[in-house]
């Protein structure tokens, strides 16, 4: 038969999606204060970005986004605020007043270092190691 071509298979090497650490933190600072003080303890670069909007009952809710991407896709931090005037972005994170994402695929920042060097931080009265797979919110899609 001419013109039966042989079929080549390729297998590509695809990394398990691996889950964020996340860090709930409570502090009386504004998210600008705070996020200068976290850019100086971990020596990063958390800039302002694009706020999370939601809808919610007709209203407008924006929660404050900084991120440091320049080690993206293997490296990415992120800073939400948790509180929009009296709303929450997670509802069962009431307390907390900023979720901390890192994205590490190399596992090059540990989260016991991490909490311990959040706790150094003025003003920081709490943080917390959440587990990404454990929470259960709709607006967990914004986060990623």
């Known amino acids: 038969m ?11 090497d695809v990394k398990d999606q691996e889950e964020p650490s996340v860090f709930g933190i409570v502090t009386a600072d504004p998210d600008y204060k705070f996020t200068l003080k976290l850019n100086r303890k971990l020596h990063i670069l958390l800039k302002a970005f694009d706020p999370v909007q939601i809808f919610d009952n007709g209203k407008e809710l924006i929660f404050s986004k900084f991120s440091d991407k320049k080690g993206a896709p293997d490296l990415v931090f992120d800073l939400f605020s948790n509180r929009s005037g009296k709303n929450y972005l997670i509802k069962k ?18 989260s016991e270092d991490i909490t311990i060097q959040l706790r150094e931080i003025d003003n920081v009265t709490a943080v917390f190691n959440l587990d990404f797979k454990t929470l259960k919110d709709k607006n967990l899609k914004y986060l990623i």
């Open 93 to 110: 994170l009431e307390n907390v007043d900023f979720l901390f994402m890192i994205i590490d695929h190399e596992k090059n920042w540990k």
């Open 2 to 12: 001419k013109g039966t071509k042989k079929i080549t298979r390729v297998l590509l």
